[in-house]
């Protein structure tokens, strides 16, 4: 096998066991709020913790800040909560075909600074079409960032974008600092809604 088919065979063989993780997780659950890049899991292990009627999971890149997220999860006896180690589109194409979320957190992406790794952001267009596809009608996206830039990309997207409402009257649900924000001096929130179909159209 040549190390082309090699690579190939992994990144297929990781997206069938993440079907059959949402599967199990998350057949049948409505109530779900996503966190894309939950790093250590402090956010939505609190948000969990507060929010027993939602199912919570957060996803991530880094096994080792899964383990520890999972970690408090154990401590902490939540049953609501769930860390898997998933990368964000993948987890979105990953999901039973039914099922949708409630609430979408991006809590300090990484903001890829320089002009030609923009590309790398997450929050591109495409991502929000994803997103928008999986979020129930009036679903919240939350999005977090200590970069102007990044703050500003995000905002034009979103007014751009049909499905999504970006809403100066939503407020940030759930108040708790996560690892990044305490390295921050300041940082930037937004809040959007997603749209309700038209039932005329
Ligand atoms: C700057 S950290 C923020 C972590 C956490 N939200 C916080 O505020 O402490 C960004 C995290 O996003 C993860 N990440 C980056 N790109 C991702 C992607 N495409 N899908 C899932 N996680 C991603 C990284 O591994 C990292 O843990």
């Known amino acids: 096998m040549s190390s082309r088919e090699k690579h190939l065979e992994e990144i297929h063989n990781r997206r ?35 929010h027993p009627e939602q199912f919570c999971v957060g996803i991530d890149l880094i096994s080792r800040r899964i383990r520890l ?31 949708r979320l409630e609430g979408v957190f991006v809590i300090f992406p990484d903001p890829w600074p320089k002009k030609r790794h923009h590309r790398r952001r997450l929050m591109q267009v495409e991502y929000l079409n994803k997103l928008a596809h999986r979020t129930v009608a009036g679903g919240k996206l939350y999005f977090r960032t200590d970069s102007p830039d990044y703050f500003q990309w995000t905002v034009e997207k979103l007014i751009q974008h049909p499905d999504w409402d970006l809403t100066e009257e939503l407020n940030w649900p759930f ?27």
Request: include cysteine.
């Open 175 to 201: 108040a708790t600092t996560t690892y990044f924000q305490q390295l921050m001096e300041s940082f930037y929130s937004l809040a959007a809604c997603k749209i309700t179909a038209d039932p005329s159209m």
């Open 69 to 99: 997220a999972n970690d408090k999860r154990t401590k902490r006896y939540l049953n609501n909560l769930l860390f898997l180690k998933a990368e964000g589109v993948e987890m979105l194409d990953a999901m039973p075909s039914a099922v």
């Open 16 to 50: 069938c066991s993440l079907e059959e993780e949402c599967e199990e997780a998350l057949a049948g659950k409505s109530g779900i709020v996503l966190e894309i890049g939950c790093g250590h899991g402090h956010f939505l292990t609190a948000y969990a913790q507060t």
